[in-house]
């Protein structure tokens, strides 16, 4: 008993909160009781959001996160995993990338051109088309024509266009 007699105060008025006679322990913000001889430490009990008993934590980027922080977890990190870094996916989902390795024959990343029979690049956004470069005796860049008599002269064929 910390007061008792004709001390005038109630009996044990001198109490702190761990029960001892004129002790430092107190009643922290979050209700607990800290310091002095408890064993506790004053606020220990509040996350990082400076929420009592909350579930917010420092993230692998050292902010507060989760809980009531309003952030989330490593939210802060790109996507080669460096906390603020600057890397980010190009269109064919590579990390870093420079949008070449899904990139058609004339640079579109993920588009529809290819190469024909002749290897010029045609169809997606080329504006070239698929074969136009065979001659109509079937050679890639031939001078082959079809002449006046419909007939496919020229080029290596050893016809003269329009001598029928």
Same mark, same amino acid.
């Given at each position: ?16 909160? +761990? ?18 001889? /408890?064993?506790?430490?004053?606020? /220990? ?28 977890? +490593?939210?802060?990190?790109? $996507?080669?995993?460096? $906390? ?10 590579? &990390? ?8 058609? $024959?004339?640079?579109?990343? +993920? ?10 690049? /045609? ?7 698929? +074969? ?7 050679? &890639? ?24």
């Amino acid at each position: 008993m910390c007061a008792s007699g004709d001390t005038g105060l109630d009996a044990n008025a001198d109490q702190d909160c +761990n029960g001892d006679c004129f002790g430092l322990a107190f009643e922290d913000d979050c209700g607990v009781c800290s310091g002095g001889n /408890s064993g506790h430490v004053a606020d /220990s009990d509040k996350d990082c959001n400076e929420d009592c008993f909350g579930s917010a934590f420092e993230d692998d980027c050292d902010v507060c996160s989760e809980g009531n922080a309003d952030h989330d977890a +490593n939210s802060d990190k790109d $996507c080669a995993g460096e $906390c603020f870094g600057d890397a980010a996916l190009d269109d064919c989902d590579v &990390c870093g990338g420079d949008n070449t390795t899904c990139a058609d $024959c004339y640079g579109t990343p +993920n588009g529809d051109a290819f190469e024909d029979d002749c290897g010029a690049c /045609s169809g997606g956004l080329s504006d070239h088309e698929a +074969n136009s470069d065979i001659d109509c005796n079937g050679v &890639c860049f031939g001078t082959a024509i079809i002449d006046d008599c419909s007939i496919c002269s020229g080029g290596n064929i050893g016809l003269v266009p329009n001598a029928d």
